[in-house]
C-alpha cells in the first residue's frame, strides 16, 4: 500500500493518509520490487497452487484471517498508472444508483450485520489504503491502475463474523453476484474502494464503492456492491461468470 507514497503525477492526495501504511510494506522494498517488475510472486500464487481448481470448502475462519499476516504482492510506483487502459466492462451497462440513498449492508453470518450510508463508509475510523496494482481481465487485456478505499478485512470485523463463516459472497446494483474465499477476501490488499486513480470512481467504474485486489481476475472485482453476506457454504449460485464455466478461484 502507498498511501505515504509522495505522488508525483498531482493525483488529488489521500483523504486519509495512514502513517502506519509504512509499516506494512517498507518503502525501500516496495520501490526495489516496483523497479524490478515483479508481480505476482505473492500471496495470489501460492494460493492458487494451493487451492488450484478446488471449490472445496476452506477451513479458515474469518476471524483468524483478519489477524493473520498476508503475504503482499508488490505494487507499483504512481508514475507507471496507465490512466487510459482500463477499459469499462459490464454485462449488463451502467445501473442507475442515487450516492444519497445508497447503502452498503454486510449481514449473513455475522453477529453485528450492518448497513453503511456513504457518508457512514467515509466516516469510518478505518485507514484509507491507496495501492497501484494491475487490474487483469480474462477476455485479454490488463491495466494498472491506483485505487483508494477501505481494506475489506477492517469492514467485515466491524459485522463480528461467526468462526463458522468460510466465504463472501458479494451482491452488485445490476445483478452480478460473486462468491470469494475468505484469504483473498481478507487479503491486506482486498479493497472495497471508493477512489480510482485518486478521484472518486465514477458510476461505469463500480460508483459508489466496488471491489479492487491484486489477488484475483478482474471478473472477481465486482462493480456497484451493495450486499456482503458472510456464508458457511457455497451455493450452487457462485458467481456470474463461474455459472456459465469460468473457473471459481480465479486467483492471480
Ligand atoms: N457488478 C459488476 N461488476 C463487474 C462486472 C460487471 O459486469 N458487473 N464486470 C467484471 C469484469 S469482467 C471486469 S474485467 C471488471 C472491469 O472493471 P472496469 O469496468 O472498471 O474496467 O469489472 C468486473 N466487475
Ligand atoms: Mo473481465
Redesign the pocket.
Known amino acids: 500500500m502507498s498511501s505515504t507514497e509522495p505522488n508525483p503525477t498531482n493525483l488529488p492526495s489521500n483523504p486519509e493518509p495512514d502513517d502506519h501504511e509504512s509499516e506494512v510494506l517498507p518503502r525501500r522494498r516496495f520501490l526495489n520490487l516496483a523497479g524490478a517488475g515483479i508481480l505476482t510472486i505473492g500471496f495470489g500464487s501460492v494460493a492458487e497452487g494451493l487451492v488450484g481448481k478446488l471449490s472445496e470448502p476452506l477451513n479458515q475462519s474469518v476471524e483468524s484471517l483478519i489477524f493473520k499476516p498476508q503475504q503482499l504482492v508488490p505494487e507499483f510506483p504512481i508514475a507507471a498508472i496507465e490512466p487510459d487502459k482500463?477499459?469499462?466492462?459490464?454485462?449488463?451497462g451502467t445501473p442507475a444508483i442515487n450516492p444519497l440513498t445508497y447503502r452498503l449492508s454486510i449481514d449473513g453470518a455475522v453477529n453485528q450485520p450492518l448497513s453503511l450510508s456513504m457518508q457512514e463508509f467515509q466516516s469510518l475510523p478505518l485507514p484509507f489504503v491507496n495501492m497501484v496494482i494491475r487490474?487483469v481481465?480474462?477476455?485479454g487485456w490488463a491495466?494498472i491502475v491506483q485505487w483508494g478505499g477501505l481494506r475489506l478485512r477492517d469492514l467485515v470485523a466491524i459485522a463480528q463474523p461467526k468462526p463458522t463463516a468460510k466465504y463472501i459472497y458479494f451482491y452488485?446494483?445490476?445483478g452480478?453476484y460473486e462468491s470469494w474465499d475468505l484469504d483473498s477476501a481478507m487479503h491486506p490488499q482486498t479493497l472495497m474502494a471508493s477512489h480510482k486513480n485518486g478521484q472518486s470512481l465514477t458510476p461505469?467504474?463500480?460508483a459508489p464503492l466496488?471491489l479492487a485486489s491484486p489477488v484475483k481476475l478482474?471478473?472477481k472485482?465486482?462493480?456497484?456492491v451493495t450486499r456482503i453476506e458472510l456464508k458457511e457454504t457455497l451455493t450452487a449460485k457462485r458467481g456470474?461468470?463461474e455459472d456459465i464455466g469460468y473457473e471459481w478461484y480465479a486467483g492471480i
Open positions: 482500463l477499459i469499462v466492462n459490464s454485462f449488463r487490474h481481465c480474462v477476455e491495466a452488485s446494483a445490476d452480478y461505469a467504474y463500480g466496488r478482474g471478473y472485482l465486482s462493480k456497484w456470474y461468470w
